[in-house]
């Protein structure tokens, strides 16, 4: 095994920051209680700004898979690459642009690139790391030399009025309806990316990827942020697939996102006993760790997530947390490799600095956490 080394990173933002007083215009309203919910999600989840693939009447303005070959384009220029050179692609996305083939391919198609081996990882967030490790097993195994990983995210298209047709929330609690709304105020749009090789740039600093773990709970959990299925009790379960066709799933309100929050509530004991699992593991000490890469959904979950490691003796020194989702919005499985990227564009890292990523996913409970040395 020899190691491996990211020598470039990219990220990929559509269009100009959307604001908070701006974002109807581009998703519009579900219903009466929709501005109300709007501001209590905004008050939890502290996003001042975002970016959004659509324009004002809701047209889209690029593609799933072109917001990914733009930040793989971007990686490799910072790492003095031509996409040409690339013998790897790994893909992660929530939802790609066409339910056949997965997101990797069309990702290849844009980038337009000599022939490569490909993989397509379909998860939520998660999905970002999942693509990640599999570049660096690919590059560590000596299969290649170069290999690419990004994450990328279309949100806001499965947030039109017209996905909740189906859906009546005239007779719905607060709490009901915030399963929808939490989300549509919360997701948006863009694509990062990182390059992979076996030796590092001898001209900027290189993370060396010291290891990556991934736990996935879905053997305790139901699925808890989901789409394509009423419900996730065993009733309302039926895949979006199994109702006869897709306007019959879409008229029984199956192909709607949704966020069950008890369940969520649920997973943080078992994320944060996973992070002292792998501290363990690795012998790892948080007052070792000079920058904390930790992707949450909202504020309010990240200020949870730090009460439980300091319950736990593991929290580590607030000063090194890195998060900039206020600026940039969730973007799901690509908002790691935008903390990444800002954290290689911003910070004057010493050879040795120790970087940890932590990305929770509530899809159906996963954590990932990956080790970086500055080099």
């Known amino acids: 095994m020899q190691d491996v080394f990211i020598?470039?990173?990219?990220?990929?933002?559509?269009?100009?920051?959307?604001?908070?007083?701006?974002?109807e215009s581009r998703i519009g309203l579900l219903g009466e209680q929709s501005r109300r919910l709007k501001a209590l999600t905004l008050r939890q989840n502290g996003i001042r700004q975002r970016h959004y693939a659509v324009d004002n009447a809701g047209n889209p303005l690029f593609t799933n898979a072109q917001m990914a070959a733009r930040a793989v384009e971007a990686a490799c220029d910072a790492a003095r690459r031509d996409p040409v050179q690339l013998q790897y692609l790994a893909c992660g996305t929530t939802q790609a642009d066409l339910l056949v083939p997965g997101i990797a391919s069309a990702v290849h198609g844009e980038l337009g690139c000599s022939p490569m081996e490909i993989s397509s990882h379909q998860s939520v967030c998660g999905s970002s790391m999942m693509a990640i490790k599999s570049a660096w097993l690919n590059v560590r195994a000596g299969q290649h030399r170069i290999a690419a990983a990004s994450g990328s995210e279309f949100s806001s298209r499965w947030f039109q009025p017209g996905f909740y047709r189906a859906i009546d929330f005239s007779s719905m609690s607060t709490g009901e309806a915030m399963q929808y709304e939490f989300l549509r105020w919360t997701l948006s749009d863009g694509a990062g990316a990182l390059v992979m090789e076996a030796e590092p740039d001898p001209q900027r600093p290189s993370l060396k990827v010291d290891w990556i773990e991934q736990k996935s709970f879905a053997d305790r959990f139901p699925t808890c942020m989901y789409a394509g299925a009423r419900g996730n009790h065993p009733e309302d379960s039926r895949p979006w697939g199994h109702y006869g066709s897709p306007g019959a799933a879409f008229e029984q309100g199956a192909m709607v996102l949704r966020q069950d929050?008890?369940?969520?509530?649920?997973?943080?004991?078992?994320?944060?006993?996973?992070f002292l699992e792998v501290l363990d593991k690795h012998q790892l000490s948080p007052r070792d760790i000079h920058y904390f890469l930790p992707h949450y959904s909202a504020r309010s979950l990240g200020e949870r997530m730090k009460t439980l490691l300091t319950r736990a003796a593991a929290m580590i020194p607030e000063e090194r947390?890195?998060?900039?989702?206020?600026?940039?919005?969730?973007?799901?499985?690509?908002?790691?490799?935008?903390?990444?990227?800002?954290?290689?564009?911003?910070?004057?890292?010493?050879?040795?600095?120790r970087i940890l990523c932590f990305v929770p996913e509530s899809g159906r409970c996963l954590a990932s956490f990956m080790c970086l040395t500055a080099v």
């Open 321 to 353: 947390w890195r998060n900039h989702q206020q600026d940039v919005g969730n973007v799901g499985s690509a908002s790691i490799f935008l903390l990444i990227d800002r954290l290689l564009r911003e910070e004057k890292l010493a050879s040795g600095d």
């Open 261 to 274: 929050f008890d369940l969520l509530d649920q997973m943080f004991p078992v994320w944060m006993g996973y």
């Open 7 to 23: 020598t470039g990173s990219g990220s990929f933002l559509p269009g100009a920051p959307v604001d908070n007083g701006e974002m």
